[in-house]
């Protein structure tokens, strides 16, 4: 699918050309007949350069976690897939109508192809979601910016809570529970569901059995972890994002250590949840949403 985006530039053109067309026809001048040849020429030429850069060229985007207010860290490969060159070419994203470009291609060489940073920003946490990608350039004369939209490449993702600026230790939640141990030690007795990152051979298959989903044993460094824990019974505002912004700082400062000397629990109206790793716990942060003072149900 195409779109045209006319410029404050192109429409002065146009206008300028609308005009001088008026004055051939009415004058029958040579001179302003060759002029206005030359402006629609100009009109055909741009329109003509353009489909071909934005035609010809493939993207992907390489998509890597990434935290609200903070540098992007996604990679976008751009490829061109023509004998001829590349000028002034912007990729991005498609949504609700309007081109959200994240990188800017100067120049690519004939069968060139490249990777580069993505220089888009995310302002909150939560779900980020496009209707499709999007490939745009103005070139040669600005008159108009042209997009080619890529309707099968939509898709969403999650954005992480905004991290702290400062040092970190002191961000830390003081309502946090134990002391961390080093060591992956099975604890007998305990159970938990399983995740992804589990070894199989730690699953308890007789538990496992009875219920609708595999339980393994906790390991000694689980079962020592700092508990952090979100109460989502509160009313959505500056405290509950605060809250959010010093528990995701947590594991942000554990970076090395793969978020395994925490958990979070998250408690809401319909009990307590806990998870386990940094990126789970961080999805989660960046997901959740207050449930009011009230359960939902008795409120309706």
């Known amino acids: 699918m195409r779109k ?3 410029t ?15 004055v051939a026809l009415s004058s029958g001048n040579n001179i302003v007949y060759l002029i206005e ?8 030429l741009s329109g003509i350069l353009s489909e071909r850069s934005i035609s010809a060229l493939k993207i992907e985007f390489k998509r890597i976690p990434v935290a609200a207010n903070s540098a992007p860290k ?13 000028f002034c070419v912007e990729v991005g994203e498609w949504t609700n109508g309007k081109f959200v470009p994240s990188a800017f291609v100067p120049f690519l060489a004939p069968r060139q192809s490249i990777v580069i940073s993505s220089k888009q920003r995310f302002d909150q946490r939560g779900w ?24 099968n490449k939509g898709g969403r993702r999650i954005i992480w809570p905004e991290p702290l600026k400062g040092d970190s230790s002191k961000n830390r939640s003081p ?26 051979r730690h699953v308890v298959w007789t538990l496992s ?29 500056t405290s509950l994002e605060n809250r959010i912004r010093d528990l995701a700082q947590v594991f942000y400062s554990d970076a090395g250590e793969e978020g395994k000397t925490w ?16 990126k789970d716990s961080l999805d989660q942060l960046a997901l959740a949403q207050a449930q009011g003072l009230i359960p939902r149900k008795e409120a309706a």
């Open 4 to 6: 045209l985006e006319v």
């Open 175 to 200: 309502n946090s529970e134990g002391t961390f141990k080093a060591g992956v030690r099975i604890q007998e007795g305990e159970v938990r569901p399983m995740t992804w990152d589990d070894d199989y």
């Open 128 to 151: 980020h979601t496009w209707d499709a990608l999007a490939i745009a350039t103005s070139y040669p004369f600005g008159f108009a910016k042209k997009l080619r939209i890529l309707s």
């Open 8 to 22: 404050v530039a192109g429409r002065w053109y146009v206008a300028l050309t609308i005009l001088l067309g008026v």
């Open 209 to 237: 059995a009875r219920g609708t989903e595999p339980l393994v044993r906790q390991r000694r460094s689980e079962s020592q972890d700092e508990k952090l824990v979100l109460d989502l019974r509160t009313e959505a505002g």
């Open 74 to 86: 996604d990679q976008v490969y751009i490829s061109n897939q023509r004998r001829f060159p590349i």
């Open 263 to 278: 958990s979070l629990t998250l408690v809401d109206w319909e009990g307590a949840r806990t998870y386990h790793g940094r």
């Open 37 to 44: 040849s030359l402006l629609l020429s100009g009109l055909i």
